[in-house]
T-cell receptor
Framework: AQSVTQPDIHITVSEGASLELRCNYS??????LFWYVQSPGQGLQLLLK??????LVQGIKGFEAEFKRSQSSFNLRKPSVHWSDAAEYFC????????????FGKGTRLSVIA | KAGVTQTPRYLIKTRGQQVTLSCSPI?????VSWYQQTPGQGLQFLFE???????NKGNFPGRFSGRQFSNSRSEMNVSTLELGDSALYLC?????????????FGPGTRLLVL
């Protein structure tokens, strides 16, 4: 069965600093990988996804993520964080066959300080 | 296109009551998934419907049920509410493959059980 680990429960960064949120997954075949963001009181919004091809994926709001099969990781990065990026970030893994649901990590809460 | 809508947005119930939540997917989407989100457990999959049929079910007691109508709108019902059912209930829609496609989330229904 698939599983997702987001090792960092809470991260605080200064505005303008770079950001990396970690995500490790467990899945036997090539996974479908997603990053979602949730602002307070809101639903989840897709930031980016990886299905195949180029392992460096660009998303919205200046985010990118890199799929590293050897490390079973799909870390999210942003070169310069803005105060509006403060939110909760969820990594999720799916598969390209069958109708199994997405499996989400427990999330990383990002705080941005001036 | 209009996004995923959920009604009501907020709900307060007492223990033992039942509740029905509604989700209208994006037009053309036939798959609707439901999730329960709590601070301690994160996002937990409840069930997924496609063309009025439940295709997947998470590990929740039988008090949690759902259905989907011919227009793809979905409802979930929780009977005999318990304090632990207090959560944000999210629904998400996709065209057909919940694990292999982008899921679009609604804003959620926040349920408080007193």
């Amino acid at each position: 069965a698939q599983s997702v680990t987001q090792p960092d429960i809470h991260i605080t960064v200064s505005e303008g600093a770079s950001l990396e949120l970690r995500c490790n997954y467990s899945y036997g075949a090539t996974p479908y990988l997603f990053w979602y963001v949730q602002s307070p009181g809101q639903g989840l919004q897709l930031l980016l996804k990886y299905f195949s091809g180029d392992t460096l994926v660009q998303g919205i709001k200046g985010f990118e993520a890199e799929f590293k099969r050897s490390q079973s990781s799909f870390n999210l990065r942003k070169p310069s964080v803005h105060w509006s990026d403060a939110a909760e970030y969820f990594c999720a893994v799916g598969q390209n066959s069958g109708n199994t649901p997405l499996v989400f990590g427990k999330g990383t809460r990002l705080s941005v300080i001036a | 296109k209009a996004g995923v809508t959920q009604t009501p947005r907020y709900l307060i119930k007492t223990r033992g009551q039942q509740v029905t939540l509604s989700c209208s997917p994006i037009s053309g989407h036939r798959s609707v998934s439901w999730y329960q989100q709590t601070p301690g457990q994160g996002l937990q999959f409840l069930f997924e419907y496609f063309s009025e049929t439940q295709r997947n079910k998470g590990n929740f007691p039988g008090r949690f049920s759902g259905r989907q109508f011919s227009n793809s709108r979905s409802e979930m019902n929780v009977s005999t509410l318990e304090l632990g059912d207090s959560a944000l209930y999210l629904c998400a829609s996709s065209t057909g493959h919940p694990s292999g496609e982008t899921q679009y989330f609604g804003p959620g229904t926040r349920l408080l059980v007193l």
